[in-house]
């Protein structure tokens, strides 16, 4: 019977597969610590007390994209070019979502407008990455080499998430509410569509590594178009409300460090 979680084992049993996956995962995460990075140096003066919390942001993404790569390293691996099909990053940046990276590449400074977008955008993509470190967590986190991985980034994904919510609230409360839920909407409703197209790439990729069978390739595929349909439905929704979190100034602190692995 197939299962999300005999499914990734069926990917992290295998070399080839498990390659390709922490690759995906690690060069995500390190365009996400790049993004955040330029956008701390970017920030308007009228925000500046957000650079910290952004700064952050960024230094857990890079660490997470240690994490995977030193998974690799655990196994004796080396990352493998990501296929640009299933690099959901770029093409979050390439069909609007965010800020542009001519933008960050720029030193001008940005605007408020521009950091309500990155955070509509961020609330929207945590969202995901919350929901999938859960996952994992709730299959691995007793695993002996994914475990300590997966608990330190599910927790740092929900703190991040927590952050957008409650900076996104305050611009709310100062008269952006209009603009905001216009963001999220629109972010949520490309997400989907571009998560949905990365996950049929991501499982044509790894079905070809693991030879899965024809049938079971279509079960998958037929799988993630009734998730897609379903959020295109009304799963959309959950990615664009607002409430003050439980964990308040989640980004408040010093990023914490990679764990090692042996």
Not at 167 to 175: D, K, S, V, W, Y
Not at 209 to 235: C, D, S
Request: aromatic share 6%.
């Amino acid at each position: 019977m197939l299962s999300a979680k005999s499914l990734f084992q069926e990917i992290l049993d295998n070399d080839e597969s498990f390659r390709l996956f922490c690759s995906i995962a690690a060069s995500g995460e390190s365009q996400g610590g790049w993004e955040n990075a330029r956008i701390a140096a970017l920030v308007p003066e009228s925000e500046r007390s957000l650079a910290p919390k952004i700064t952050r942001h960024g230094a857990d993404e890079d660490k997470h994209g240690r994490i995977f790569n030193a998974l690799l390293k655990k196994r004796g691996l080396e990352p493998v070019p990501v296929p640009p099909e299933t690099d959901y990053t770029m093409l979050l940046e390439q069909h609007g979502i965010g800020l542009a990276h001519d933008k960050l590449k720029s030193d001008e400074q940005l605007t408020v407008q521009d950091i309500v977008t990155y955070l509509s955008h961020s609330r929207v993509t945590e969202q995901r990455a919350s929901e999938q470190m859960d996952l994992l967590r709730k299959h691995f986190a007793d695993h002996p080499d994914l475990g300590r991985a997966v608990k330190m980034i599910s927790n740092d994904e929900d703190n991040h998430l927590a952050y957008c919510h409650e900076e996104l609230l305050r611009f709310a409360a100062q008269g952006h509410g209009r603009a905001i839920q216009r963001t999220l909407r629109e972010c949520a409703l490309a997400e989907i569509r571009i998560y949905r197209d990365v996950s049929l790439a991501v499982m044509g990729h790894m079905g070809r590594i693991l030879g899965w069978p024809r049938p079971k390739a279509a079960v998958l595929a037929a799988g993630i178009h009734a998730v897609y349909a379903w959020e295109r439905f009304a799963g959309w929704r959950r990615m664009v409300s607002l409430k003050m979190p439980e964990r308040r100034d989640a980004l408040g602190g010093p990023a914490t460090s990679a764990p090692e692995f042996a």
